[in-house]
């Protein structure tokens, strides 16, 4: 996977995408809303199980209290953690679509940098264009098809000449 100014490049197609709306940055941190550059792994897929089936054999059900940190305070910090849970965090099992479907990438993780930025997703677009906090976002049977493609460990790359630009 390869984004561009066009969208993401991956297995021989162009992928409309939405980056976030801080843009593209060399030095991500906590809350600026960027998506940064870097070469990144997909390490992990989520699904909402009552609203779609398994996209791939090693997708995991999204459950009921399912969080994801984003207190740099916090020893979970950049973490997958279920309530109850008083730190700030993410609903991964939101009312709307938009995490029906995620793709985890190792962005400051598993040993997350204090501030740094927490969760690079990919998931679901609200709409084109409209951007993300830092994940890169899709319309939704795109999203699909992506996952059922991809595999643990495939690259993203953010390439360093998008920085201070704009992408998909």
């Not at 991956?10 to 870097?38: H, L, N, Q, Y």
């Not at 849970?85 to 997350?112: K, Q």
Request: proline share 10%.
């Amino acid at each position: 996977m390869v984004l561009t100014r066009q969208g993401l490049r991956f297995r021989g197609r162009m992928w409309p995408c939405s980056i976030g709306k801080g843009g593209i940055a060399m030095a991500k941190r906590e809350g600026d809303g960027a998506t940064p550059v870097g070469t990144h792994r997909i390490v992990g897929l989520l699904y909402r199980p009552d609203r779609m089936a398994r996209p791939a054999p090693w997708a995991l059900p999204i459950r009921p209290g399912d969080l994801w940190s984003d207190d740099v305070q916090d020893a979970a910090y950049n973490q997958l953690v279920r309530a109850p849970y008083t730190p700030s965090h993410e609903t991964l099992r939101r009312a709307d679509p938009l995490y029906d479907l995620i793709m985890l990438t190792d962005w400051n993780w598993p040993h997350a940098e204090p501030g740094r930025g927490s969760a690079i997703f990919l998931h679901r677009w609200r709409r084109p264009g409209y951007g993300t906090e830092g994940c890169i976002a899709f319309r939704p049977d795109h999203l699909e098809q992506i996952a059922r493609k991809a595999t643990p460990g495939t690259s993203l790359v953010v390439p360093k000449n998008l920085a201070n630009g704009s992408a998909c």
